[in-house]
Nanobody, 119 residues
């Protein structure tokens, strides 16, 4: 079992920045991949970014490339999402999740943190 707790969301003006954190507790593996997703009102959940626990590989959605940066601090069991140049379209609940090699799917999810970008 893995528990994930996100934090760092809030209200920010367009063009501003936020850094989200996701602390993982419980049993994690070096083969896990950590992902960030988001869901805007009335829309389906969408992928934002992911990173391997060793930090070697990252992937971003086209919509956030060049603006968002995902990183990991293994010593703190924490994954970050730095979001710059925020747009109103980035408004959503942001979730972190753990992808497990054994199941090839995201098995654990956090409760989410709200990000609201105002114009």
């Amino acid at each position: 079992q893995v528990q994930l707790v996100e934090s760092g969301g809030g209200l920010v003006q367009a063009g501003g920045s936020l850094r989200l954190s996701c602390v993982a507790s419980g049993r994690t593996f070096s083969t896990d991949t950590m992902g960030w997703f988001r869901q805007a009102p009335g829309k389906e959940r969408e992928f934002v970014a992911r990173i391997t626990w060793d930090g070697d590989r990252t992937t971003y959605a086209d919509s956030v490339k060049g603006r968002f940066t995902i990183s990991v601090d293994n010593a703190k069991n924490t994954v970050y999402l730095r979001m710059n140049s925020l747009k109103c379209g980035d408004t959503a609940i942001y979730y972190c999740a753990v992808w497990r090699l054994a199941t090839a799917q995201y098995d654990y999810w956090g409760q989410g943190t709200q990000v609201t970008v105002s114009s």
